[in-house]
T-cell receptor, first 122, second 119 residues
Framework: GAGVSQSPRYKVTKRGQDVALRCDPI?????LYWYRQALGQGPEFLTY????????KSGLPNDRFSAERPEGSISTLTIQRTEQRDSAMYRC????????????????????FGEGSWLTVV | AQTVTQSQPEMSVQEAETVTLSCTYD???????LFWYKQPPSRQMILVIR??????QNATENRFSVNFQKAAKSFSLKISDSQLGDAAMYFC????????????????FGKGTKLSVKP
């Protein structure tokens, strides 16, 4: 697509329910990132993928959070047994990825963000 | 671990005037990228400007420019001729350089500076 698309845009769920947030990255973008942003804070890194491989999941707060990108395109972030503290905006982002050594000095591979999914746990 | 610090939670500028937003960062790496993102009330994340650490020349994009001081690990954003549409949260972000082996770094953000523009 033309931009990073996320769904749902808004989700209200009851505490204890599982939620799945979807991200469709920019067409051709290999790298996909998940961030969480609380009100008044900067985005906080959760995890990222190159193709279908999860490269870094160090930002996932606990084992209730998981992410997958099985075919290297669309990704799903799943939160199990939601808690009120999980309420935040969840942002997906994507970027191109260069593997050639000639590209080590390429521009910083700008990361493009989606509009986010607002999650409220009541 | 890398950290990004924005010491000004809020700033205000008069329309048509110039304002500078501060950002400092901490890293042991010598090559990396720095970014400023704008987040208007719509909560979009819009790239304003980026800087490659290996470049000595400061990046410029129309009314936006940076003052990159590598030794001081400082990366400030200057907005000239401020407009009402510039009112937003501004986030400074750091990203390590890609390695040939194929890994990529995620963005590390500061806490943001809320900019108000007075007519």
């Amino acid at each position: 697509g033309a931009g990073v698309s996320q769904s749902p845009r808004y989700k209200v769920t009851k505490r204890g329910q599982d939620v799945a947030l979807r991200c469709d990255p920019i067409s051709g973008h290999v790298s996909l990132y998940w961030y969480r942003q609380a009100l008044g804070q900067g985005p906080e890194f959760l995890t990222y993928f190159n193709y279908e491989a999860q490269q870094d999941k160090s930002g996932l707060p606990n084992d209730r959070f998981s992410a997958e990108r099985p075919e290297g395109s669309i990704s799903t972030l799943t939160i199990q047994r939601t808690e009120q503290r999980d309420s935040a905006m969840y942002r997906c982002a994507s970027s191109l990825f260069f593997k050639s050594n000639r590209d080590t000095r390429s521009p910083g591979n700008t990361i493009y963000f989606g509009e986010g999914s607002w999650l409220t746990v009541v | 671990a890398q950290t990004v610090t924005q010491s000004q939670p809020e700033m205000s500028v008069q329309e048509a005037e110039t304002v500078t937003l501060s950002c400092t960062y901490d890293t042991s790496e010598s090559d990396y990228y720095l970014f400023w993102y704008k987040q208007p009330p719509s909560r979009q994340m819009i790239l304003v400007i980026r800087q490659e650490a290996y470049k000595q020349q400061n990046a410029t994009e129309n009314r936006f420019s940076v003052n990159f001081q590598k030794a001081a690990k400082s990366f400030s954003l200057k907005i000239s001729d401020s407009q009402l549409g510039d009112a937003a949260m501004y986030f400074c972000a750091y990203r390590r350089r890609m390695n040939y082996g194929g890994s990529q770094g995620n963005l590390i953000f500061g806490k943001g500076t809320k900019l108000s523009v007075k007519p």
